[in-house]
Nanobody, 122 residues
């Protein structure tokens, strides 16, 4: 069973930076796209950034130019570097990954991390 474990959230002042990481644990699987989503109080969960297995990236308009997503397939880890943070970036950030088990390559599954709080003070 794959687990996604996030780390790196916290409290930062506006204009500051934070880095998030999400590592997939388990065995006998490959990872397709990976991404970061966030959910602020009273709002729906939204896509922040995603990266395909080939390295193509996609960002929400609100974070373009400030956030950078990357991945290290050897470590089965996805990263989110967040710069020039704003108060409106405050949310719980969730890691997401598309997983294919070697035993069931035609049945991809979607996994979520437990979430990590990012709070930006203005």
């Amino acid at each position: 069973q794959v687990q996604l474990v996030e780390s790196g959230g916290g409290l930062v002042q506006a204009g500051g930076s934070l880095g998030l990481s999400c590592a997939a644990s388990g065995s006998r699987f490959s990872i397709n796209a990976m991404g970061w989503y966030r959910q602020a109080p009273g709002k729906q969960r939204e896509l922040v950034a995603e990266i395909t297995s080939g390295g193509s990236t996609n960002y929400a308009d609100s974070v373009k130019g400030r956030f950078t997503i990357s991945r290290d397939d050897a470590k089965k880890t996805v990263y989110l570097q967040m710069n020039s943070l704003k108060a409106e970036d405050t949310a719980v950030y969730y890691c997401n990954a598309g997983i294919r088990y070697y035993s069931r390559p035609n049945s991809p599954l979607n996994y979520w991390g437990q979430g990590t709080q990012v709070t930006v003070s203005s």
